[in-house]
């Protein structure tokens, strides 16, 4: 296996002028820097991760801290999951999973034993009890989430207030006089995840400016219960009813659903969904969707983190950054007057 005394030998250049062009931390000659990389790219030549941890005090290894609860949509984390670890990728970097069974004893332990240079940390809840010893710590942290004590730290997060008002302005465009959010599940409530607050105050919101009589209900698996709901949704509206939700169970049974009760989407009745992997329900018919930019909001977390480790800074710095979702309108939806 080559060694970086190989590469300067075939280069004609010192070990040291190897190492500054691989860091980066002198400036080497446009020359000299050719004459290296090719040497490198001859003899196929990969550095030691230990030894350039050792040089640059630096591990190149980013933390990324889940919460795998009972509750956690597992589909959803692996698409940030993925990003996360191609985006490192891209940085020259690799991803350390830190899952949340130790508590906040994991975080001191990964940065007190020097495992990884920062962290990234998800399913933010808004009094995270994560947040006093993230203070603390000498490597930069990024929140995928906003906790409600936020000043101080970097978060990032899709822009869940504008994604409420989105679909009720989809809702009211589409001459709807009333809808109803089957949202998420109890138990992020009960964890309290503020993404479904911010949503549903963006909703409730844009509901009062629009004229639009919305209600809420949580969301569910059993179906006699998201029966009941549309059945008040039903009720309760001034004309076409209309539905959205961001669960996948929800929305692969309420077509079947409203079709039992004479009420085809996007002709008698609007689906939306929020935030879903799902984007058609049945083999004919495509979902309207707004779309939380998971890509979009993972891709950026490492960036902001890779952008803190560049500037050499260690500790936390003030930061946030909401990601505009993106409506998709399709064939669930009934069509707005205008169009």
């Avoid at 179906?223 to 009941?228: C, G, R, T, V």
């Avoid at 929800?250 to 879903?276: A, C, H, N, Q, Y």
Wanted: proline residues 6%; negative net charge; hydrophobic residues 40%.
């Amino acid at each position: 296996m080559p060694t970086s005394k190989d590469v300067a030998a075939a280069a004609g250049v010192s070990q040291s002028t190897v190492s500054y062009v691989m860091s980066g931390k002198r400036p080497i000659s446009e020359k000299t820097r050719k004459k290296v990389e090719a040497a490198i790219e001859q003899l196929t030549y990969q550095p030691n991760a230990g030894a350039r941890a050792l040089a640059s005090r630096r591990t190149n290894v980013l933390g990324l801290v889940i919460p795998l609860t009972p509750d956690a949509h597992v589909g959803s984390l692996s698409e940030f999951i993925a990003v996360i670890a191609a985006t490192a990728r891209q940085h020259d970097r690799d991803i350390l999973l830190v899952t949340d069974e130790e508590g906040t004893e994991g975080l001191q332990r990964v940065v007190g034993q020097q495992l990884c240079d920062g962290l990234i940390l998800m399913q933010v809840e808004a009094d995270d009890d994560r947040i006093p010893v993230v203070r603390k710590l000498r490597v930069p942290v990024v929140f995928i989430g906003i906790p409600n004590e936020a000043e101080g730290l970097s978060c990032i997060d899709a822009d869940f207030a504008l994604a409420g008002r989105q679909c009720i302005e989809e809702f009211a465009a589409a001459g709807h006089q009333g809808a109803t959010v089957i949202g998420w599940r109890p138990e992020s409530g009960d964890r309290k995840l503020n993404f479904v607050d911010r949503f549903l105050g963006g909703a409730f919101e844009q509901a009062e400016a629009s004229g639009l009589a919305l209600s809420h209900v949580s969301g569910s698996a059993d179906i006699a219960s998201i029966e009941a709901a549309v059945d008040g949704g039903i009720a309760a509206a001034d004309g076409p009813p209309a539905f959205a939700s961001p669960e996948e169970p929800v929305l692969e049974m309420l077509p079947r659903i409203l079709l039992d009760r004479g009420l085809k989407p996007g002709v008698d009745v609007s689906i939306i969904g929020v935030g879903t992997q799902t984007k058609s329900l049945g083999e004919r018919l495509r979902l309207t969707t707004i779309d939380l930019e998971p890509r979009t909001v993972s891709r950026r977390a490492v960036e902001l983190l890779c952008n803190f480790l560049k500037d050499g800074d260690g500790g936390q710095r003030q930061h946030l950054e909401l990601i505009p979702p993106v409506v998709t309108q399709r064939d669930s939806t009934i069509p707005s007057p205008t169009h």
